[in-house]
DNA sequence: CTGTTAGCGCGTTCAA
DNA sequence: TTGAACGCGCTAACAG
């Protein structure tokens, strides 16, 4: 059982259908027909083309296949910065969900929030001739993109819009949410309220930055820079931004951070500060609930982010029906905003 | 800039070694030539087969390369079951940054706990020739995967040893983890223990059991049963489960969890008991020092389990040096016990 | 019902 | 230095 099959195996590679057919000994036209479930074929060679296949353990190759048909390769890549961040191992499974029923598999490309990376990655997809690309880009420079989907490759963008081209993408309420949260916190009576915050030259660092300024405006307030820091991308980094604005003269009184490692690291600098600062994020995370410490976060289905993407992705790939008109589309996820303290989950 | 490339690529695919050719008027063999940086090719249609390429936007078929070269096609799959699982996104991360390098791209295959859709997964990688698969087999049915490994894929497995075949493995210490988790429950006093864990058939769940019974027996404890709830899946089964145990008449004074999910969910159970029941649970997991009780986990490098993972694969796909000994491999990654309480973290 | 021819995109081998 | 032939594994299209 454990042993290989024979002669051919031992040459190194897989069986192949000629493998099959000559065992069977028939062409491999009819192996391959018997193979695929073709009518054409007697029970008699069907049977011995089966037998001969089962004994060598023969599967065909998906790849020679698609070479063959001039199909795709059935690979979609999905291009994110942090697969370890919840937010995208989340999106991941929403998109490989919708994927999946349709025959396609998720190709990781993880950049590390490195450009040089993310540019490699993207060529090494197309080289690869996947069939589309779920892109959470890092920058706002995304010429790389262009070019892939320039040359005919499918590109859907989830969380961010397409700069400098043309794209589907699925977008989450960024500027809403934060100003909602924010006039939230004002509503509250705090005044002076931190911003800790993605780097500038992320897309939804920027929009919710918009909104929580926005909403400052709308109530009359000035926007003072010593309250707003941006750049951290981890919460080791989050936690130093925050406690910084903790230990300012006059510091604030409540806190917003634009995700889910910025709140998590603010969270932690609050508890160290002993201070009482209300908190407030964008991103729902596992355990928010749990922190001990009222916590309001700008939540939105993460799964959904993913399976719209994929889902805009599909409608390129395989145009069932009509095909959709080229014209980009752009979907927006809604949030709510969730509030967990100690009498537990309230959703507005 | 926007506009497709001419003539070719409106016959739908991307522009082909050919194209690249008679634009630049020599045979496809000189432009592969060229293209690949092989030196056999004057200065001069190197640089005419350059601007070609760079005109038509040619980018290589790494597939039908591959197929011709008879090399691999420079994919590997990962076998997992819920992406969504911080542990399995850890791993998936520390098994893609050990492949990226050596130009493997890793694809995923999640299971949804399902045995049929883990076996149409495996064929279904099989078939696309992957080089390899890294995987958390769901239970011990592992036919499928022994038939790869059979069919000459290599096989690693993570977090499980193989069952009834051979393959190289990467363990965690589950047993020694989990005993030495339990003796320090019952060096605090603790008699009646509740255990929460996975369903029986997972084997790290079995054998953390295992560990936990052995603790007990050294003890001169019994293992009452009714202590013993397993088959939670997610945290909110868990929940249920701890629940359960938390309103036994003579309930537990503390709960062993066996892996992430079930001690978050019997957290949550012990919150809402609001009594005080020690918690100790098998993985770290972020914010796990914020629970706002004491919480001791047997915690271990999930990152470091992908990359031995994946070390481990390579060695088999590439034999760089010295091929590794036919002989299976296994590996076992070292656990430590970490207490979080308001004195912060406590590494013993 | 079955086999032959041809070729997907690419690169090795051999000849020119 | 360049090109022609051949084949990787597979399958439409066309014989027979």
């Known amino acids: 059982m454990a042993g290989m099959a024979d002669g051919r195996a031992a040459k190194g590679g897989k069986p192949t259908l000629r493998d099959v057919a000559e065992l069977a000994g028939v062409s491999s036209m009819t192996a391959s027909r018997v193979l695929r479930g073709d009518p054409r074929a007697s029970a008699a ?18 790849m020679a296949r698609s070479l063959r048909l001039g199909e795709g390769t059935g690979l979609v890549g999905l291009l994110v910065t942090n697969l370890a961040n919840p937010f995208y191992s989340q999106l991941a499974l929403g998109v490989d ?23 490699e990655l993207v060529d090494d997809l197309v080289a690869r001739r996947v069939d589309g690309i779920v892109a959470v880009p890092a920058s706002t420079d995304q010429r790389h993109l262009a ?45 002076r309220i931190g911003f800790v915050g993605s780097p500038r030259t992320v897309y939804t660092g920027t929009e919710r930055l918009k909104g929580f300024t926005d909403a400052l405006d709308a109530a009359g307030l000035p926007v003072d ?47 160290a500060a002993g201070r009482s600062t209300a908190l407030t994020g964008f991103d729902d995370f596992e355990l928010a609930d749990a922190l001990g410490l009222p916590l309001t976060v700008v939540a939105y289905d993460t799964d959904q982010l993913g399976r719209r993407s994929a889902e805009l ?25 969730v509030t967990y303290n100690s009498g537990g989950k309230q959703v507005r």
């Open 45 to 62: 060679t069907r049977e011995r083309v089966q037998a001969a296949a089962d004994e060598l353990g023969y599967m065909p190759n998906h």
């Open 225 to 271: 820079e010593r309250y707003v820091r941006q750049g951290q991308k981890t919460t080791g980094e989050a936690t130093l931004a925050a406690r910084e604005l903790l230990s300012l003269p006059d510091p604030p009184t409540a806190l917003f951070c634009s995700n889910n490692r910025n709140t998590i690291g603010a969270y932690h600098a609050i508890r």
């Open 97 to 119: 969900s919708v994927l999946a029923p349709h025959g396609l598999k998720t190709v990781i490309a993880n950049t590390k929030q490195d450009p040089v990376t993310e540019r």
């Open 147 to 191: 070019t892939a989907a320039a040359g005919g490759v499918p590109v859907v963008l989830a969380s961010r819009p397409p700069e400098g081209f043309e794209a589907d993408c699925v977008l989450v309420d960024d500027f809403g949410g934060a100003r909602r949260a924010t006039e939230d916190l004002l509503a509250q009576g705090h005044r």
């Open 313 to 337: 992705l599909v409608s390129r790939i395989r145009p069932a029906d009509r095909p959709p008109s080229g014209k980009p589309r752009r979907i927006t996820v809604p949030t709510e905003l």
